[in-house]
C-alpha cells in the first residue's frame, strides 16, 4: 500500500513523506497509463485467457456466483455470505440457492480455481 501510494505522488523511494495524506483512487482495472479500461474490455480479455487455460467460456461476473455458492455450501451462514457480496441476504438467498441444487457441477471448477490461486 505505502508503494503504491508513492508512486502515485511521484515521491522518490527513500525520500520522507506522510504517505497517510495521500489519496489512492480505486483503478482496479487500470490500463498502461493509468486511466480507466472499459469494462467491456476487462470482461472480454478475461473470458479469453479463461478459455486458454482450460476453463471454457466463463464470464468474470461468474466468479461471484461460484464464491457465493462454495461459501454458502461450506456452511457459511447466508448473512455472512450476503455481507462480503455487498447484498441483503433475501437477495443472495434468491439468487443463489438455485445454485447451491447445481453446485456440483459446479465443484470441479471451485477446485481448479482453488489450486490456481493456493499460492497467493
Known amino acids: 500500500m505505502d508503494l503504491h501510494r508513492r508512486i502515485a505522488a511521484g515521491i522518490p523511494d527513500g ?4 504517505l497517510s495524506l495521500i489519496r489512492l483512487d480505486g483503478l482496479i482495472f487500470p490500463s498502461l497509463r493509468g486511466t480507466p ?23 468474470l461476473h461468474d466468479l461471484r456466483g461460484i464464491r457465493a455458492t ?38 470441479r471448477l471451485c477446485a481448479a480455481v482453488a489450486n490456481l490461486t493456493s499460492g497467493w
Open 15 to 18: 525520500a520522507e513523506a506522510d
Open 37 to 59: 479500461r472499459d469494462p467491456r474490455n476487462v470482461t472480454r480479455e478475461f473470458a479469453d485467457r479463461a478459455e486458454q487455460i482450460g476453463f471454457g467460456r466463463i464470464r
Open 70 to 107: 462454495a461459501l454458502l455450501d461450506a456452511g457459511i451462514p447466508p448473512h455472512t455470505v450476503a455481507q462480503r457480496l455487498g447484498n441483503d441476504p433475501a437477495v443472495l438467498l434468491r439468487s443463489y440457492a438455485k445454485r447451491r441444487r447445481t453446485a456440483q457441477a459446479d465443484e
